[in-house]
């Protein structure tokens, strides 16, 4: 297992069951959700409220499409912008803080599989990704389980973020390494 897990749930199980059938509501509201016309505010409201067990604050936008598999776990903070084509595999937890922008086609990754080929489809293991307050993460970036990014950082577009992220760098590349401090 990953040092960066701390949930592990095995496939064979009443556990992996119930979440197969979660996985199924909500991707039945995200496809309802990414077929609605863009004005339908109040659809989207609606459809937002099954996805993450309840009504979002007037500050969160999503905009569609949006894709999660979970989405009980995850949580938004106030004045939060999500770009089109974002994807939020929250199984293991995702706590988004105030102030966060994430641009087009950003996944959030909070699971894996284990390395070794005979455990693989054995279970997945899952870890929280916490966004801190102020954080700008760039179109097409990548972060994956386990991963904190400090207030105020900024992702560049296109990284693969797979270790903590200091507040106020910028972060870029494959995997992502700090490129700077911002003042």
């Known amino acids: 297992m990953s040092t ?6 095995y496939v064979q199980t009443p556990d992996f069951a119930r979440h197969a059938e979660r996985i199924v509501e909500v991707t039945d509201a995200t496809s309802r959700l990414n ?5 339908d505010s109040e659809g989207r409201a609606d459809l937002l409220s ?10 969160v936008t999503i905009y569609p499409p949006f894709f999660t598999e979970y989405g009980l776990n995850t949580t938004f903070g106030e004045n939060v912008f ?3 084509g974002c994807t939020f595999m929250d199984k293991g937890g995702i706590h ?5 922008m994430i641009a087009p086609k950003v ?9 070794p080929l005979a455990e693989r489809r054995e279970y997945l293991s899952f870890a929280p990704i916490v966004i801190e307050d102020d954080v700008w993460i760039g179109a097409a970036a990548v972060v994956t389980q386990g991963v904190t990014i400090g207030t105020g950082a900024v992702v560049a577009a296109g990284a693969v973020v797979t270790r903590d992220v200091p507040a106020r ?4 590349g494959v995997p992502a390494r700090v490129v700077k401090t911002i003042d």
């Open 4 to 9: 960066r897990t701390e949930q592990v749930i």
């Open 169 to 172: 760098t910028l972060v870029g």
């Open 107 to 115: 996944s959030l990754i909070t699971g894996g599989h284990p390395l």
């Open 82 to 84: 999500v770009n089109q």
């Open 50 to 59: 099954v996805v993450f067990g309840g009504p979002l604050s007037e500050s």
């Open 35 to 39: 077929a609605l016309p863009f004005g």
């Open 96 to 100: 988004i803080g105030d102030g966060v």
